[in-house]
């Protein structure tokens, strides 16, 4: 099958989340499978453009509303993604540094959809089936379906992977115009709660829908920021597909950011040295548990609990562990992070701010790792986590509660069933106690390390999900 990813992000060419990894890997691992899977994204102003050779593949215009934009299309050159990688170029829209954040990201997202509309509806062979990403590409289903400019790709199918359902990218009907012309009478698919949704319309178009877990596709039905009768109804044509990680990527014998790779066989001594390094560069005490926190500061992960939960542990436990956070986010919360950092000197420090490098030694440092998540659609983290032998702290919900067991279950985690400042600290507190029991922990990394998370499996489920 030819399949056409559409996405925001793309690791290593930008990323902000886990979609990045995800649309950064799932198409590698189809390609191996004996498919064709190809990636367009915006080209923004990253260091992978400046680094890399590109071929034009397309020149042309395309118009939002009465405002015309021109359009190029690159191919990057040598497929070292694993598979072919485009990057849309549009002046003025996609040409800066950050991948969101701008007062117009529906201008530029809208931009993006209808260059890569108009580019493909040129194509002489179409592709089997177009996969979109979040709500940035929720209105590819409804203009290929629908817009009168597209009519040639009506007959292609979309499907739409809903990576978090609580950004919709919701817009004003005064924006309506943007949208290539369509019979008027079909607007009702674009609206929700009085506004133009793409989620909702993406929801409501594509030809199937998946989340990233099997029991976020559960919630969703409960808890999805107003769209819960919408997913209920199309329940049908939807279905829950775990993440997986990519193993070439995410590999503690051979990641290049680590001061000292291992493998099952070495964990001990492994991270025992990755920890020390760690600790060193952060003033914090490697001989104690080190508990880290990666992630973006919003209170869907429960990061606005995390300053309250760090000062009660770190106080509680006079200098009996320690703490490293590395994220970004809530300006609030970022700030009340930073300050613990002159409360706790030695015990406590955090960088604020987005390291990818820094993650890598994190995860592979630390002994646990924290996901007080009030909502996660399926989490890369706890599954980063697991393959380098760290023990995820998580709370029982979305992706968290499909991938990790408690130990008193005969697991390998420690899980929490509310984002509480009660639960979490309590959590920890069992950690503290299993971290004392070496040959627990010895027993635990080894089982963590062999869990298979690659994504073979959810490669073939996709396919499995495109056979409409
Ligand atoms: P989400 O996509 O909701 O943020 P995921 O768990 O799916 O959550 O993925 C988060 C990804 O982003 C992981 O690869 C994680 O390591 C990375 N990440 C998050 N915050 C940072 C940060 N501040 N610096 C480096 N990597 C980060
Ligand atoms: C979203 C979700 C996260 C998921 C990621 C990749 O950002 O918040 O839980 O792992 O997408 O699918």
């Not at 706890?382 to 995820?392: E, F, H, M, V």
Request: charged share 20%; glycine share 8%.
């Amino acid at each position: 099958m030819e399949i056409i990813h559409i996405s925001a992000e793309c690791y290593p060419v930008a990323k902000v989340g886990g979609l990045g990894d995800v649309v950064g890997a799932l198409p590698k691992y189809q390609n191996k499978l004996g498919h064709i899977a190809k990636v367009v994204m915006p080209a923004y102003e990253t260091r992978f453009m400046r680094e890399n050779e590109f071929e034009v593949v397309y020149d042309g215009w395309g118009k939002l509303g009465f405002q015309d934009f021109t359009v190029r299309i690159f191919r990057e050159k040598t497929n070292k993604l694993g598979f072919d990688l485009f990057l849309v170029h549009i002046a003025n829209f996609t040409d800066r540094p950050q991948v969101y954040g701008y007062a117009d990201d529906t201008e530029r997202f809208l931009a993006f959809q209808i260059a890569v509309l108009d580019w493909i509806a040129q194509w002489q062979h179409l592709p089997d089936v177009v996969h979109c990403h979040d709500h940035h590409t929720g209105l590819i289903p409804f203009m290929m379906s629908n817009c009168i400019r597209y009519r040639k790709l009506s007959a292609v199918p979309t499907v739409l992977t809903i990576h978090n359902a609580q950004y919709q990218g919701q817009f004003g009907w005064d924006k309506l115009h943007y949208i290539p012309s369509f019979d008027t009478w079909k607007s009702g698919l674009l609206e929700w709660n009085g506004a133009i949704n793409p989620l909702a319309a993406a929801i409501k178009c594509a030809w199937r829908i998946s989340t990233v877990s099997p029991s976020y596709l559960d919630e969703i039905s409960f808890k999805a920021n107003g769209l819960e009768n919408l997913l209920a109804q199309e329940r049908g044509k939807s279905a829950g597909i775990l993440n997986g990680i990519d193993n070439e990527v995410w590999d503690p014998s051979k990641d290049q950011m680590l001061t000292k790779n291992y493998s099952i066989k070495t964990v001990d001594n492994g991270k025992k040295a990755n920890k020390e390094a760690l600790c060193s560069v952060f003033n914090l005490d490697s001989t104690k548990p080190l508990f880290a926190f990666i992630g973006r500061l919003v209170g869907e992960k429960g990061a606005d609990l995390l300053p309250d939960i760090f000062y009660n542990t770190l106080h509680q436990a006079h200098g009996a562990i320690s703490v490293l956070v590395l994220g970004s986010g809530d300006p609030q919360v970022e700030g009340r992070l930073a300050a613990l950092k002159e409360v706790f000197p030695g015990h406590y420090n955090a960088y604020i701010g987005y390291n990818e490098q820094l993650s890598h030694q994190i995860y592979a440092a630390a002994d646990f790792l924290l996901m007080p998540s009030r909502v996660e659609p399926c989490g890369l983290n706890q599954l980063y986590a697991l393959r380098y032998g760290t023990i995820p702290i998580v709370r029982r919900i979305g992706g968290l509660k499909d991938t990790v067991v408690d130990i008193g279950d005969g697991g390998f985690g420690i899980c929490h069933d509310q984002t509480s400042i009660w639960d979490v600290e309590h959590a920890m507190g069992r950690a503290v106690h299993f971290y004392h029991d070496k040959k627990l922990i010895k027993d635990i990394r080894k089982i963590m390390m062999q869990i298979d998370h690659s994504w073979d499996k959810a490669a073939q489920e996709y396919i499995d999900l495109y056979q409409i």
